[in-house]
């Protein structure tokens, strides 16, 4: 399985970025993928997630309102729309994929494979 994450970059304050992430054998029918990030010196965060099953998408509180998931799924790609940006959302982000059904947003151990990850930075 192989997940790659691209469109990070530099980005001044209130700018946006759209990363993707594509994913290739990974062989599902029901699975869920999602974004973390990881600040310099941080833990990792979760960001937002979103189910094969339904398309129903989740979101952590700092992201709501200015990132938007969404996926192609005939193309295995999901993307992460990111508006508003801010220097704290300056991190490695990175994208993951975990088989099942989900009904609330996965923690950092329920993902079965982590791609590598694209570095945003903020800031003027």
């Known amino acids: 399985v192989q997940l790659q994450a691209s469109g990070g970059g530099l980005v001044q304050p209130g700018g946006s970025l759209t990363l993707s992430c594509t994913f290739s054998?990974?062989?599902?029918?029901?699975?869920?993928v999602g974004w973390f990030r990881q600040a310099p010196g941080k833990e990792h965060e979760e960001v937002s997630c979103?189910?094969?099953?339904?398309?129903?998408?989740w979101y952590t509180d700092s992201a709501k309102g200015r990132f938007t998931i969404s996926r192609e799924k005939d193309k295995n790609t999901v993307y992460l729309r990111m508006n508003g940006l801010k220097p704290e959302d300056t991190a490695v982000y990175s994208c993951?994929?975990?088989?099942?059904?989900?009904?609330?947003?996965?923690?950092?151990?329920?993902?079965?494979?982590w791609g590598q990850g694209t570095l945003v930075t903020v800031s003027s």
């Open positions: 979103i189910s094969s099953v339904d398309g129903k998408t």
């Open positions: 054998g990974f062989n599902e029918d029901d699975y869920a």
């Open positions: 993951v994929i975990g088989a099942g059904s989900i009904v609330v947003m996965p923690e950092y151990g329920w993902y079965d494979y």
